[in-house]
């Protein structure tokens, strides 16, 4: 199963994974999310902060990066799942991307970095992106095996994109964060520095 697409990560808070080589039992109950929608770590903001839900019987609220692999458990009310994640892992791909980002806005919403490592053009923040575009060390960006394209994963990367598919095979779906635009239907030809990709056919 792949993390990687946010609404697998969502789905998983009502119907968590079971751990490898578990047998179901008579009578055994289904585990869902045991908090109230009222917490701040629900399985909306957990899901986007990288995390899917995996309980264990000694921890039934207990999440997993999709990238990092970092468990985390025993959350209260008023834990931020963006700022947990970057505190207890601050060199994951995802938290440098993502849960950092709310980091850099102002009051007023407005991007301030506030290191030269935060703006999205440093290295820092390229690499991050590109991982986005792997699980582990194999690449899973769908046109990084065809020669020449024009949206290959480093390309993209260094265009501000991260790979955000849904739970389709082969989907191509790249976001900017910063603008909160989702773009999909790469072709060979495109070039994501600049110019959008062709809009899917439907």
Not at 37 to 58: D, I, M, Q, V
Request: aromatic residues 10%; contains cysteine.
């Amino acid at each position: 199963m792949s993390w990687q697409a946010l609404s697998t990560r969502v789905a998983s808070f009502t119907a968590p994974p079971k751990p490898a080589g578990a047998r179901p039992t008579r009578g055994q109950q289904k585990t869902s999310w045991p908090h109230p929608p009222s917490f701040r770590a629900n399985p909306a903001t957990l899901a986007e902060a990288g995390f899917y839900y995996a309980p264990s019987s000694s921890d039934l609220d207990n999440v997993v990066c999709f990238m990092c692999a970092k468990e985390l458990s025993d959350w209260e009310a008023e834990d931020d799942p963006f700022q947990i994640h970057a505190v207890k892992c601050p060199k994951c791909p995802w938290v440098v991307v993502r849960c950092a980002l709310a980091q850099d806005l102002d009051d007023e919403g407005n991007y301030n970095f506030p290191t030269p490592d935060r703006l999205p053009n440093s290295r820092v923040l390229e690499r991050a992106r590109l991982a986005t575009y792997t699980k582990g060390k194999e690449k899973i960006w769908p046109h990084d095996g065809t020669k020449n394209h024009g949206a290959m994963s480093k390309k993209m990367a260094k265009a501000g994109f991260v790979y955000t598919p849904s739970s389709t095979p082969d989907d191509d779906t790249a976001t900017c964060l910063y603008c909160n635009t989702s773009l999909s239907g790469w072709d060979a030809e495109d070039d994501p520095l600049s110019v959008p990709p062709s809009p899917p056919i439907p």
